[in-house]
């Protein structure tokens, strides 16, 4: 009993791995000339055809709360590009040999890596005014990524990712 309580709290734990996003824009921008936007038709998202569906649906769902609507002739353009990257591994046990002795020492240290390496995705998310040729807003998420995520799973990760990414457009100014 105590194994699996020990069990399901290291998995809530790790379930909730904080979404890192940095925000970058052009300051000189007046974001509320922006009401309508269209994502690039030959965008390449990195994501599989199923998981680019949920993080599209998830970014129309939370523009439309904030008021803004797709359009064929829209105000801008997004773009998204993701890529996985193994996070280097922090936890290692050390062990060490060592000697002394009328001032002679020497020693020899190993670190053995305890468990595997972390994936993580990084999702960059582009606001392109295309009439002016130039980005005007860029957010870049990292966070940890399960491969063999439940199709469920993944889509709460990627709405809670762009819950946290839409959260910071417009800036305020």
Known sequence: M????????????????????????DKTTNFKTYKTYQYYADMETGLNELDTKRLLNAIDAKMEAKGFGISENPDFFIDIKSEEYQA?????????????????????????????????????????????????????????????????????RLNAIVEKVISGFPPEQ
């Open 88 to 156: 280097a591994q922090r936890q290692a046990v050390g062990v060490g040999v060592g000697g002394s002795g009328r001032n002679v020492g020497g020693g020899i240290s190993i670190g053995l890596p305890i468990g595997q390496a972390n994936i993580n995705r990084q999702i960059t998310i582009d606001f392109v005014d295309e009439n002016k040729k130039q980005l005007f807003w860029q957010a870049i998420s990292e966070s940890s990524f399960n491969p063999k995520a439940t199709p469920e799973k993944r889509e709460a």
């Open 2 to 25: 105590r194994f699996l309580k020990a069990t399901m709290l290291t998995l809530f734990i790790i379930s909730c791995a904080p979404i890192r996003v940095n925000y970058d824009y």
